[in-house]
């Protein structure tokens, strides 16, 4: 069964950097196509941050992160093991939030599979990790 476990949040001031760890196990190497970052504060809707499909590497970004925040994966087929990090710099009080790591199927887009980007579209979840900035 595919787990998801978090760390590396935490506090950080303004401007400063963190990154996060998600690493998933208990999959069959081969089956796991889209990891992802999303990230919810109380009473707001659960948004993406960031998505990387693992067959290609390529990556999905929201707009307020890019240039900032960077996905990016460790793959080790031989215990089918894939962890996945997001690395944030030039933090902003804005980026407050419980961060999610999540995992998901691949979407076909008419020409190509790629991973769509929203919390529907990933069904397994990690418990979250905190990441608060400070002024």
């Known amino acids: 069964q595919l787990r998801l476990v978090e760390s590396g949040g935490g506090s950080v001031q303004a401007g400063g950097s963190l990154r996060l760890s998600c690493t998933a196990s208990g999959y069959t190497y081969g089956s796991l196509y889209c990891m992802g970052w999303f990230r919810q504060n109380p009473g707001r809707e659960r948004e993406g941050v960031a998505i990387i499909y693992t067959a290609n590497t390529s990556t999905i970004y929201a707009d307020s992160v890019k240039g900032r925040f960077t996905i990016s994966q460790d793959a080790v087929k031989d215990n089918a093991k894939n962890t996945a990090y997001l690395q944030m710099s030039s933090l902003q009080p804005e980026d407050t939030a419980m961060y999610y790591c999540?995992?998901?199927?691949?979407?076909?887009?008419?020409?190509?599979?790629?991973?769509?980007?929203?919390?529907?579209?990933?069904?397994?979840w990690g418990q979250g990790t905190q990441v608060t900035v400070s002024s």
């Open positions: 999540a995992a998901g199927r691949r979407k076909w887009f008419g020409d190509h599979w790629s991973c769509a980007s929203g919390p529907a579209d990933f069904g397994t």
